[in-house]
C-alpha cells in the first residue's frame, strides 16, 4: 500500500492487497501505451469528455474535467459529508484527484491493475496536495480487497469493459458488494446497443479494438441493465449521451498526428512499439465506432444499492 504518511481512516490501515491476476495482455498495453495517455490529457484523464452548452469545443480539457463532474454529481453525495468513494479502474487517478477536490471531507480509493499506474499515481496524488484524501492500490475491480458494504459511491469511467461477458456480471456483483446500503453507482462507457450481430465493418472494428486495447468486449445495454436489476439494484438507468461525447472524440485525429510526429522524431531509427501502435489505430477505431449510431452508444449507467 503506497502512502505518504498514515492515515487515520481504520479502512485504510487494514487494507492489505494481493497482486490481481489479470492478462498479461492487458499489462503489457499500459506499461507501454499508458503514458502516451499524456497527449490526451495533461492531468491523465484517460477517458473521453463530456460538452456541455457554452463550453469551447475546441478545448480538451474541460470537457475531460466535465465529465468527472457529471459522473460525480450523479452519485447524490453531499459535498460536506465523510464520504468513502470507489473509483474502479482509475488509471493514473485523474478523476479520483478531482474527486478529492470536490469533496474536501471524502477519502477517494482509486483501484487499477497496472504497478506503474499505481506509484505514477500516487506521485501526482502527492504533487497536487490530495494524498491525504486520495490513494491509488493495485487491485482488481472483480476482486476487490474491500470488505462488504464499504464505499458510499463508486465511479468507474471507461473501465468496466475490462469486466467478463455481455453484461459484466463479475463487476456488477463486486460493486454491489462494496456499497453501502443506499449507496449509487456511476458508469461511463461505450456499450452495444443490442445484441444481434454487429454489421460486418462494425464487427470488425469492434473486434480489433477490443484485441488493441486488451479488453473482452463492449458490454450489451439490455444485458447489462438486466444484470444489475437482478443483483438487486433498484433506481437503474441508462443515460445516452453519445452526442455530448463526440465533440471531444474530434479531439483524437490531432491528438494522434502530434504523438506520431513526436515519436517518430526522437525513435526514428527503432520505429513505434507494437502495443504503441496498437494504441494509436485503436484510438482512431473509436471514431469508426462512434458512427455506428445503431449499434453503439456511450452511457451513463447508474444505481442504487437498497438502503
Known amino acids: 500500500m503506497l502512502l505518504t504518511r498514515p492515515n487515520p481512516n481504520p479502512l485504510l490501515r487494514r487494507l492489505h492487497l494481493a497482486r490481481p491476476q489479470v492478462k498479461q495482455e492487458v499489462l503489457d498495453h499500459y506499461e507501454v501505451a499508458g503514458p502516451d ?52 479502474g482509475c488509471g493514473l487517478g485523474a478523476t479520483s484527484r478531482y474527486a478529492a477536490r470536490r469533496f474536501g471531507a471524502a477519502t477517494v480509493l482509486g483501484f487499477t491493475v497496472v504497478p506503474w499506474q499505481v506509484e505514477q499515481g500516487n506521485q501526482l496524488h502527492e504533487a497536487a496536495g490530495l494524498d491525504d484524501q486520495a490513494h491509488v492500490f493495485q487491485g482488481d475491480f472483480r476482486a476487490l480487497p474491500l470488505p462488504d458494504n464499504s464505499l458510499d459511491g463508486v465511479v468507474a469511467l471507461e473501465s468496466s469493459c475490462y469486466g467478463t461477458g455481455e453484461d459484466k456480471a463479475d463487476f456488477l456483483a463486486e460493486v454491489y458488494r462494496v456499497l453501502k446500503p443506499g449507496g449509487r453507482f456511476v458508469v461511463a462507457d461505450v456499450f ?32 447489462w441493465l438486466e444484470r444489475t436489476q437482478s443483483l438487486g439494484f433498484t433506481e437503474v438507468k441508462a443515460e445516452e449521451i453519445s452526442w455530448k461525447v463526440a465533440p471531444s472524440v474530434m479531439h483524437v485525429p490531432k491528438t494522434i498526428v502530434k504523438f506520431v510526429w513526436d515519436y517518430w522524431k526522437t525513435h526514428r531509427k527503432v520505429g513505434i512499439a507494437r502495443e504503441r501502435w496498437e494504441h494509436v489505430k485503436a484510438s482512431f477505431l473509436c471514431i469508426v465506432l462512434g458512427l455506428a449510431r445503431p449499434h453503439i452508444g456511450y452511457y451513463f449507467m447508474s444505481g442504487r444499492k437498497p438502503a
Open 37 to 88: 495517455y499524456a497527449y490526451w490529457s495533461r492531468a491523465f484523464n484517460m477517458h473521453f469528455g463530456y460538452f456541455a452548452w457554452g463550453m469551447n469545443p475546441f478545448k480538451l480539457e474541460p470537457m475531460l474535467e466535465r465529465m468527472n463532474a457529471e459522473a460525480l454529481d450523479r452519485l447524490g453525495l453531499p459535498e460536506e459529508q465523510e464520504s468513502l468513494i470507489g473509483d474502479l
Open 192 to 223: 452495444r446497443k443490442h445484441s444481434k450481430p454487429l454489421p460486418g465493418l462494425i464487427a470488425r472494428a469492434h473486434r480489433q479494438l477490443s484485441k488493441f486495447w486488451a479488453f473482452p468486449g463492449l458490454a450489451v445495454r439490455d444485458r
